[in-house]
């Protein structure tokens, strides 16, 4: 789902673009699926509210703290995720993110880039159940023959 970023310079330039003007911060209005991640080492913490509708991500957001890496990935994934399939986004491993990013990382600075994913899959798995759709007023009506 991450767009490759092709040398070290241009990730540098992506993340900074995030941290000055982050995306997609806040909550999601009406969202059907939240969790929250902790990094305590570094005193991260991420929550990502997303708002499923047609097994599809139609709004991801995310609100926290944490140092200039896990924000920017922050923007960077909920950003990346909005509009694609669940099942994608379910599907899609640290190590995608980390090979976006390009960055040599140490295993701490990796779970601070990584964390908003996290938070994001965490979230689309606790609740497997998509709220129903309202009933349709065509499929109950049948025409009387
Ligand atoms: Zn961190």
Known sequence: MFDHATNAEDVQDLLLDHEESPRNRGRAIDATHTAVRRHPLCGDEVAVTVRVKDGRAT??????????????SASLTCEAAEGRPVAELSA???????????LPL???????????????????????????EPESSSASSCAPS
């Open 59 to 72: 709004e991801v957001r995310w609100e926290g703290r944490g140092c200039v890496l896990c924000r920017a």
């Open 92 to 102: 899609t491993d640290d190590a995608e993110l980390v090979h976006c990013l390009g």
């Open 106 to 132: 140490s295993p701490a600075k990796r779970i601070c880039a990584t964390l908003p994913l996290t938070a994001l899959r965490a979230a689309l798995a606790i609740r497997k159940h998509f709220p129903p």
